[in-house]
């Protein structure tokens, strides 16, 4: 069965560049979710989308976008990056009410140097 | 407010012991679900089980098992004889709610397991 999939898996940046994650959610699937997670710690939800449109928000930098295109896949914009954005990344997917669990992407990893 | 609290940090046990993962959680939702995630060191995020607040019947899968009491807002998970193979980090979440919100889900903070041969 198809999966959600993220891109790239890995990432290095250097600090105060920009980097741009993109996730492609499981076919039919209409909600899209990002989380980031720091060393050590658990996921932290930082934004959703569902039908293209922002459908909840947690704590999400200023300094990161992120947006849910036509085809339903998402990218998530992360300018002047910092030392601690150095984390796993990871997408979800759902198609509500049917699904009652978001599907999770493999991550990417991204470091900051 | 959501919350989910595992307050294991790490446990260490040796092959073939039995292991349990508490799990205790808070939400003012009537629905909505419970999960356990495995993370192995490679990263991603391994789904275990699903359970929906109106199941409250407890779930055995191989070595798995899963005991949710509602009347005390646990979701407890225990591994049966243990394998070097199921080190690693246990996430227990919550996601509340229906309709087009989506499945927003909180982790708790985890518990890393080691088990050694």
């Known amino acids: 069965a198809a999966g959600v999939i993220q891109s790239p898996r890995h990432l290095i940046k250097e600090k105060r560049e920009t980097a741009t994650l993109k996730c492609y959610p499981i076919?039919?699937?209409?909600?899209v979710y990002w989380y980031q997670q720091g060393p050590g710690q658990d996921p932290q939800f930082l934004i959703s989308?569902?039908?293209?449109?922002?459908?909840d928000k947690g704590s999400i930098p200023d300094r990161f976008s992120a947006q849910q295109f036509s085809d339903y896949h998402s990218e998530l914009n992360m300018s002047s990056l910092e030392l601690g954005d150095s984390a796993l990344y990871f997408c979800?997917?759902?198609?509500?009410?049917?699904?009652?669990?978001?599907?999770f992407g493999q991550g990417t990893r991204l470091t900051v140097v | 407010a959501q919350k989910v609290t595992q307050a294991q940090t790490e446990i260490s046990v040796v092959e073939k012991e039995d292991v349990t993962l508490d799990c205790v959680y808070e939400?003012?939702?009537?629905?909505?679900?419970l999960f356990w995630y495995k993370q192995p060191p490679s990263g991603e995020l391994v789904f275990l089980i699903r359970?929906?607040?109106?199941?409250?019947q407890n779930e055995i899968s191989g070595r798995y098992s899963w005991n949710f009491q509602k009347s005390t807002s646990s979701f407890n998970f225990t591994i049966t004889a243990s394998q070097v193979v199921d080190s690693a980090v246990y996430f227990c979440?919550?996601?509340?709610?229906?309709?087009?919100?989506?499945?927003?889900?909180?982790f708790g903070a985890g518990t890393r397991l080691f088990v050694k041969a």
């Open positions: 979440a919550l996601s509340g709610g229906i309709g087009t919100g989506g499945f927003k889900t909180i």
């Open positions: 989308f569902y039908e293209k449109m922002q459908s």
């Open positions: 359970r929906n607040s109106f199941d409250e």
């Open positions: 979800a997917s759902s198609r509500p009410p049917q699904n009652t669990e978001a599907f």
């Open positions: 939400t003012r939702d009537t629905t909505y679900y």
């Open positions: 076919p039919r699937h209409d909600t």
